[in-house]
T-cell receptor, first 115, second 112 residues
């Protein structure tokens, strides 16, 4: 079954620690995205990558970092510089084709909490 | 600056009736619009979309209408079913940057 796998489902972090959220897809999609969802708010874009070894900042990139070494993987690191990291994090992927209208497909998310 | 707005945080509808969810946008560069359905603790699921060159797209019980002059789109669900109860997000893609911006969501409750 093709899809997007985010792990772990729940993650706890101590103050001052960095933590990495995993996102893997087997849909052969070029583009991948990271969003954050807070209660009562929509999904806000953190980082996105249109192709391997390239990524761009989204609307709320401060305190986060990413890498895109493989097409299938787009891990997100929440650094200690992120002042309010408690949130629900969603990874998505899509076909990258300006001539096609294709939706993003999402994983089931990782809930990050501060201890 | 909220470029995609869903002004109704919640909506209750009787089973079998029509549900109408609304969305307004401000960015004239948006060229593709989507609706997603989301259950708690899960990722959003793509529901239906519409290109800016169209004004209507239909898929079974779901129809999306786009009014470009008003910068408004709506999702109609007919007939509504209890399983439709979820949070619905409107989203729009900026054709230039290929970025997708989401609204804040509308929680739909379909009452049996």
């Amino acid at each position: 079954d093709g899809g997007i796998t985010q792990s772990p489902k729940y993650l706890f972090r101590k103050e001052g620690q960095n933590v990495t959220l995993s996102c893997e897809q087997n849909l052969n999609h070029d583009a991948m995205y990271w969003y954050r969802q807070d209660p009562g708010q929509g999904l806000r874009l953190i980082y996105y990558s249109q192709i391997v070894n390239d990524f761009q900042k989204g609307d709320i990139a401060e305190g986060y970092s990413v890498s895109r070494e493989k097409k299938e993987s787009f891990p997100l690191t929440v650094t200690s510089a992120q002042k309010n990291p408690t949130a629900f994090y969603l990874c998505a992927s899509s076909i990258r084709d300006p001539n096609q209208d294709q939706p993003q497909h999402f994983g089931d998310g990782t809930r990050l909490s501060i201890l | 600056d909220q470029q995609v707005k869903q002004n109704s945080p919640s909506l209750s509808v009787q089973e079998g009736r029509i549900s109408i969810l609304n969305c307004d946008y401000t960015n004239s560069m948006f060229d593709y619009f989507l609706w997603y359905k989301k259950y708690p603790a899960e990722g959003p699921t793509f529901l239906i979309s519409i290109s800016s060159i169209k004004d209507k797209n239909e898929d079974g019980r779901f129809t999306v209408f786009l009014n470009k002059s008003a910068k408004h789109l709506s999702l109609h669900i007919v007939p509504s079913q209890p399983g439709d109860s979820a949070v619905y997000f409107c989203a729009a893609r900026d054709g230039g940057y290929q970025k997708v911006t989401f609204g804040t969501g509308t929680k739909l409750q379909v009452i049996p």
